[in-house]
């Protein structure tokens, strides 16, 4: 038995009320998404629909999202730009997020079979901070492996071909059969490590989501890339949907992932979705970032339209991280803090009388939820 992580570790976000929150989860066949630093890489966990694999006792279909959990990064070279996380990622390996799935698979089975699951003397049972639906979820565990078949991760989605959304030393670690859907360049980039056995180009959005399911997916998910043709030469402002049926309810939803922000016009072919596609989250950062001829991080302001203009039940922030930088593009990067409530303040003003009340009347059917480095959420 591996010993007990500290509890002023970053790991120690990862160490409450497993069990209650799996067991949620699979009562109501609902998506738990894991941050798993503070910046952009998250699994998305999603259940399977009933029956569920028996063969591989699995509940779940779990995808990872822009990997890079330790090491710096850089583009072009390290004079020019380079990065490292100011908190160290609740996970520092692959082998740790195979933990956490193993974790929940073991509450599955616990499920089942009437028992927990869960050692619980290796669970710290005390509530998360935030309270409500925000869980936490341990990377610990007893060591012992369990033997399924297949690999604990589904899918590894990278949505630019940056290295802190591709980051080469984290993506290697994972196990080459795990199937790899990335954006253009960033699967050709992948592709040259030759490493994976399996590496696809997302498709664009063509208005049917069914379209974006392949050979290497269950043929109830899709993964789509949402970008305007001709408009963004890098598709640095675009945004990655993963869709999924709702239950039993015969509806789809999706989880849409946009680390530096989307023109929310670009945004209208899942609007205009045909079968509809429901918007359960929108991960959309707050910060705006820039240089002085780019805008890098759209920030909240964008943020708030797009969420409006999806109707998205979460809204969850990402890419907030404030790393530690060097090199020459950190002397010219502006960053502007901004918080929900001055892009809702300043929507007010653009919008006068449109909107009244109270400052977050506007966001009353809408849950934001800035996850912590570690903190899960049961999307309900």
Known sequence: MPPK??????????????????????????????????????????????????????????????????????????????????????????????????RIGDAVKGEKDGTSGVDMDDVDMGLAERGGDVIVVDAGGTGEKETEEGNTIDAVVVSHEFTDHMHKETLLEISKTVPVFATVKAAGIIRSWIHFDFVADIPRFSGDWRMSSNEMLPDWLGISRVAKPGKDLLYYHSAIMIAFPKGEEGKVEAVIYTPHGITPADLQPVADAEPRVQTLALLHGLQDISLPRAQLNKGAHNGLKAQRLLGAKYWIGTHDELKKGGGIVSWFLKRKHITLKDAIEKEKAEHGEKMKGSDLESMKDVRFEDLGNGESLLLE
């Not at 699979?26 to 630093?37: C, G, V």
């Not at 710096?72 to 100011?86: E, R, Y």
């Open 5 to 102: 992580i500290e509890t002023d570790s970053p790991s120690s976000q990862l160490q409450t009320t497993l069990y209650e929150s799996i067991t949620r989860s699979l009562s109501s066949q609902r998506p738990l998404l894991t941050h798993l630093n503070a910046d952009t890489t998250w699994l998305l966990s999603i259940p399977y629909p009933s029956p569920a694999p028996s063969a591989r006792n699995r509940a779940f279909y779990h995808i990872l999202i822009d990997p890079w959990l330790k090491g710096g990064q850089s583009d072009v070279a390290a004079f020019f730009s380079q990065q490292w996380h100011a908190t160290p990622s609740s996970v520092q390996t692959i082998a740790e997020v195979e933990d956490v799935i193993r």
